[in-house]
C-alpha cells in the first residue's frame, strides 16, 4: 500500500514509525513531514494539510492508496468529503462527525441527546449574557471556545472575575477570532484526567492502550497549559471496571448516536475524561490521536498497525484481536526555551545517536529540520523520547537516561512525567 500521513509534529513522526514496519506498506508519503519522518518517508513542504485540490492532485501524482490525517484541522475543514469525491480513501471522520472536536456546543448536543455524563453546561452567542450568568453561578467555572483553538481554548476560572476576562478575551477582544463567536460555559469538575483513545468503523470499536499526559509546562503541574509535555501508558487510573463503564456508558452511546444521524464515525475517537470517585466525566472529544500520547499508545501495539486500519476501511473491525504489549511505555517532551509562548528556532541538536542507543528508546521527532545531516530545532515542542520498558518506573528511569544524553540551547522539560501513576500503583 502506498500511504499519505498528513501532519509535521511528533504524533505524525509515530504514526509514520509505525506504519514504516508493516510488510504491507510499499511506499510512505508525508506533507509536510519534519527532519525524522524525512528519514522513513517522502516528504513535501509546499503543500498545506487543509489545501484539499493539491493534495488530491500529489495523491493521484503519486497513486496514493490511503490518507491519514494527524491534526484534527484538515479533518473539521472536509479532508474526507474532498478526497473520497476524487474516489481517495481516508482514514478518519467526515466533516459532520468531526465537529466532535469542532465545536464544542455539538460534542455537548450529541452527549445531551446520548445521556452521555459530562459536565452541567448552558451555550453563549452574546457576552452580556454569559456574564449575567457567571454573577449568577459564581466560581469555579470553566469557559470554552466552541471552535477550534489549537488546545488553547479553554480557561479554569478561580473566580467570577477570571471568567469574566476569559470570556471578553474570547468573545469581545476576539484572541481565537471566529473560533469564539459562542462560547460553552460549564462547571468545574475535580477528579483525575485520563485519555482514552478508541478506533472504530463506526460500528466496531477496540480500545487502544490506555494513557495519561501531562498538560502542564511545569513539575507538579505548574505553570501554563501546553500541548503536552509527555505521557505514560498504561494508567492504572483505569482498571477493567473502569474501562467496561467508559464502553458503556461514552464510547458506545456515542458512536450510536453519530450512527443515529447518518454520520457513522469512522477512524481514532478521543475522549478526554475526568474521573471523578470512580466514574467517568467527558471534559472533550477529539476526532485524532492526541500527541504525545501517540507517541506511547502506538509503540505498545503488538499488530501490524496497517492491517487494523485495512479493517476499520473495510469494515472489518470485530474481526481483529487487538494486542497489546506487555509493560509499559513513557514518553518526554524536550521543547525549545521560550514554548508555548515566543520561542527560539534554528538550535543544534546534539546526542541524538547516542540515546538512540539505548535499547527500547525511541526518539520521535516533531520541530525539526534537517540540514546536511544535523537536526535543528524549528518548533515549541521540538522531541519526544519514548521509553518502553518492564514497567512505569524502569520506561521512567529509561527515558530520562536518554533525554540526559541529547542537548540543545535551551531545552527545556519536565522532570516528573509519569510520576503520577505511583500514586494508583501504591494503592493510594
Known amino acids: 500500500m502506498r500511504v499519505l500521513v498528513l501532519g509535521g509534529g511528533g504524533r505524525e513522526h509515530t504514526i509514520c514509525y509505525v506504519l514504516s514496519k508493516s510488510p504491507k506498506l510499499e511506499k510512505l508519503f508525508c506533507i509536510p513531514g519534519n527532519g525524522g519522518i524525512s528519514e522513513i518517508a517522502e516528504t513535501t513542504e509546499n503543500i498545506s494539510?487543509?489545501?484539499?485540490?493539491?493534495?488530491?492532485?500529489?495523491?493521484k501524482e503519486k497513486r496514493i492508496d490511503l490518507v491519514i490525517p494527524g491534526p484534527e484541522e484538515p479533518l473539521v475543514k472536509g479532508l474526507r468529503d474532498n478526497l473520497e469525491k476524487e474516489g481517495i480513501k481516508v482514514f478518519g471522520p467526515d466533516s459532520f462527525s468531526s465537529l466532535i472536536e469542532g465545536s464544542k456546543s455539538f460534542a455537548k448536543e450529541i452527549m445531551n441527546k446520548a445521556g452521555i455524563p459530562t459536565a452541567r453546561f448552558e451555550?453563549?452567542?452574546?457576552?452580556?449574557?454569559?456574564?449575567?450568568?457567571?454573577?449568577?453561578?459564581?466560581a469555579?467555572?470553566?469557559?470554552?471556545?466552541?471552535?477550534?483553538?489549537?488546545?488553547?481554548?479553554?480557561?479554569?476560572?478561580?473566580?467570577?472575575?477570571?471568567?469574566?476576562?476569559?470570556?471578553?478575551?474570547?468573545?469581545?477582544?476576539?484572541?481565537f477570532g471566529e473560533a469564539g463567536n459562542k462560547i460553552i460555559i460549564e462547571e468545574k469538575l475535580v477528579g483525575e484526567e485520563a485519555s482514552y483513545i478508541v478506533i472504530t468503523d463506526g460500528f466496531n470499536f477496540k480500545t487502544l492502550p490506555t494513557s495519561q499526559d501531562h498538560k502542564r509546562l511545569l513539575d507538579n503541574d505548574e505553570?501554563?497549559?501546553?500541548?503536552?509535555?509527555?505521557?505514560y501508558s498504561p494508567t492504572p487510573l483505569i482498571d477493567q471496571e473502569l474501562k467496561k463503564r467508559i464502553e458503556e456508558k461514552i464510547v458506545a452511546p456515542t458512536l450510536k448516536a453519530l450512527e443515529r444521524e447518518g454520520h457513522p464515525y469512522l477512524g481514532f475517537l478521543y475522549a478526554g475524561l475526568m474521573i471523578v470517585d470512580k466514574e467517568p466525566y467527558v471534559l472533550e472529544f477529539n476526532c485524532r490521536l492526541g500527541d504525545p500520547e501517540a507517541q506511547v499508545i502506538l509503540p505498545r501495539i503488538e499488530n501490524d498497525?496497517?492491517?487494523i486500519i485495512e479493517a476499520v476501511l473495510e469494515g472489518n473491525?470485530?474481526?481483529?484481536?487487538?494486542?497489546?504489549?506487555?509493560?509499559?511505555?513513557?514518553?518526554v517532551v524536550m521543547a525549545s526555551k521560550g514554548y508555548p509562548g515566543k520561542y527560539e528556532k534554528g538550535k543544534k541538536i546534539e546526542g541524538l545517536d547516542k540515546a538512540l542507543q539505548i535499547p527500547g528508546v525511541i526518539v520521535f521527532h516533531a520541530g525539526?529540520?534537517?540540514?546536511?545531516?544535523?537536526?535543528y530545532t524549528s518548533g515549541g515542542r521540538v522531541l519526544g523520547i519514548t521509553a518502553l520498558d518492564k514497567d512505569i518506573p524502569s520506561a521512567i528511569e529509561k527515558a530520562y537516561k536518554a533525554v540526559s544524553m541529547i542537548?540543545?540551547?535551551?531545552?527545556?522539560?519536565?522532570k516528573d512525567i509519569g510520576k503520577r501513576a505511583f500514586k494508583y500503583l501504591s494503592g493510594f
Open 223 to 231: 505553570g501554563p497549559n501546553t500541548g503536552g509535555m509527555g505521557a
Open 317 to 331: 473491525l470485530n474481526k481483529v484481536d487487538l494486542k497489546e504489549k506487555e509493560g509499559a511505555a513513557v514518553c
Open 140 to 175: 469555579p467555572i470553566v469557559v470554552k471556545a466552541d471552535g477550534l483553538c489549537a488546545g488553547k481554548g479553554v480557561f479554569v476560572c478561580e473566580t467570577k472575575e477570571e471568567a469574566i476576562k476569559a470570556v471578553e478575551k474570547i468573545m469581545e477582544e476576539k484572541i
Open 49 to 59: 494539510v487543509t489545501d484539499f485540490e493539491n493534495i488530491a492532485r500529489f495523491c
Open 368 to 375: 525539526t529540520k534537517k540540514i546536511n545531516n544535523e537536526f
Open 407 to 414: 542537548h540543545f540551547e535551551g531545552v527545556h522539560y519536565r
Open 305 to 307: 498497525f496497517l492491517e
Open 123 to 138: 451555550v453563549f452567542d452574546e457576552p452580556s449574557k454569559a456574564k449575567a450568568y457567571i454573577e449568577k453561578k459564581g
